[in-house]
T-cell receptor, first 105, second 115 residues
Framework: GIQVEQSPPDLILQEGANSTLRCNFS?????LQWFHQNPWGQLINLFY???GTKQNGRLSATTVATERYSLLYISSSQTTDSGVYFC???????FGAGTRLTVKP | DTEVTQTPKHLVMGMTNKKSLKCEQH?????MYWYKQKAKKPPELMFV???????INESVPSRFSPECPNSSLLNLHLHALQPEDSALYLC??????????????FGQGTRLTVV
């Protein structure tokens, strides 16, 4: 089956810093989503982005389907951005291992 | 409305108990999913239903039995579980499994403890 790899596994930032999270996948995909899992376990939809670029406030994402990767950009990070960020691909939503982000005040 | 509702939020059950987890959505979605998530791990797919028919079963042990009685409701029946089955169980739904209508929305999960 398709392999999904996320990097880095852990990231610690000072509040206000910018960051880039990466999701690589081993085969072509027809669906890619980015999620933020909060400390209570809720998976919050960030982007549905099988290709192209989208922006939502301080967050933006780019998927280059032909090169099999997607990037999530977080600008001016806040402590509330802390949590685990997952990418998931294809119609049966296969998840990467996630990036655990900690934003320190 | 992008709400998927799971009940109960927390469940403690003994190894000889039978219990059920419930998931409901009223977005008209025709694909529904069960995931299991252990601590510090990503969600793992268990089952997918499409148009109320089981589409994917990821070789899940028979002590987990899914049921999709109608297009809005998905159940997970639990029987004779083991302590290692303790986890967060997540339900999700999407419009469809095909094409561009596959954006999935998740419920808040049921945190299950088997004692």
């Amino acid at each position: 089956g398709i392999q999904v790899e996320q990097s880095p596994p852990d990231l610690i930032l000072q509040e206000g810093a910018n960051s880039t999270l990466r999701c690589n996948f081993s085969d072509s995909v027809n669906n890619l989503q980015w999620f933020h899992q909060n400390p209570w376990g809720q998976l919050i939809n960030l982007f549905y982005i099988p290709s192209g670029t989208k922006q939502n406030g301080r967050l933006s994402a780019t998927t280059v389907a032909t090169e099999r990767y997607s990037l999530l950009y977080i600008s001016s990070s806040q402590t509330t951005d802390s949590g685990v960020y997952f990418c998931a691909v294809n119609n049966d939503m296969r998840f990467g291992a996630g990036t655990r982000l900690t934003v320190k005040p | 409305d992008t709400e998927v509702t799971q009940t109960p939020k927390h469940l403690v059950m003994g190894m000889t108990n039978k219990k059920s987890l419930k998931c409901e959505q009223h977005m008209g979605h025709r694909a529904m999913y069960w995931y299991k998530q252990k601590a510090k791990k990503p969600p793992e797919l268990m089952f997918v239903y499409s148009y109320e028919k089981l589409s994917i079963n990821e070789s899940v042990p028979s002590r987990f039995s899914p049921e999709c009685p109608n297009s809005s409701l998905l159940n997970l029946h639990l029987h004779a579980l083991q302590p290692e089955d303790s986890a967060l169980y997540l339900c999700a739904s999407s419009q469809d499994l095909q094409g561009a209508r596959t954006e999935a929305f998740f419920g808040q999960g049921t945190r299950l403890t088997v004692v």
